[in-house]
């Protein structure tokens, strides 16, 4: 699939089949973050692997909005240091790498922002100097997915040329 295709048909995922994903591909997806540029070139983020079901299950019972995660076939906990301005935004590309990876593969995703943060630091050992940003499961979907699914505004609502507020026309 090229980038583009890959970009404008990958969906959200957060039904999963019961089929493992081979550990080559989960590789793939932890390499596809490991190449992620970040600010500074810092590479401050950290990436747990969570492929236990019980670990799964906990993930799900450790957030406000990622129930489904317990369905998941494995899951990344990504950690950044909050101390940089711009951690949100490197867990923000580290995650969309890792989940265009996975689509290329097959593979869907989904994931969650909303962290009991305590919970997750306790259960996942997660040392005080790292904040948990983001967790991303992935898995097989569940059901047939088509990209006619997206429901995005039009490029005229988002787009003014040169100055805000101004379109072509
Ligand atoms: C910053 C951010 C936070 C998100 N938080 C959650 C979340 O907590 N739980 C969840 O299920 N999905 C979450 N999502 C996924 C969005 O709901 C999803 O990207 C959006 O609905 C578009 O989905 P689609 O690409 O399948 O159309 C989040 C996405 C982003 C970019």
Redesign the pocket.
């Known amino acids: 699939m090229d980038t583009f295709e890959c970009i404008i048909s990958?969906?959200?995922v957060?039904e999963f089949m019961r089929k493992e994903v081979r550990s080559e591909i989960k590789q793939r997806i932890l390499e596809s973050a490991r190449q992620t540029g970040s600010g500074l070139n810092l590479q401050h983020w950290r990436f747990i692997l969570v492929e236990d079901k019980k670990n799964l299950s906990q993930l799900a019972l450790d957030s406000t909005?990622?129930a489904?995660i317990s369905g998941a076939d494995f899951g990344i906990i990504i950690l950044t240091n909050p101390t940089l301005r711009f951690h949100l935004i490197d867990a923000g590309r580290v995650a969309q790498n890792m989940q265009l990876t996975a689509w290329d593969e097959g593979v869907g995703s989904?994931?969650?922002?909303?962290i009991k943060e305590g919970h997750l630091r306790k259960d996942f050992k997660i040392p005080t100097d790292l904040t948990p940003s983001i967790v991303l499961g992935f898995g097989y979907p569940a059901k047939a997915l088509s990209g006619m699914r997206?429901?995005r505004l039009p490029l005229n609502q988002l787009v003014y040329v040169e100055k805000y507020g101004s379109s072509r026309n």
């Open positions: 990958k969906l959200e957060r909005s990622g489904w989904g994931l969650y922002t909303g997206k429901n």
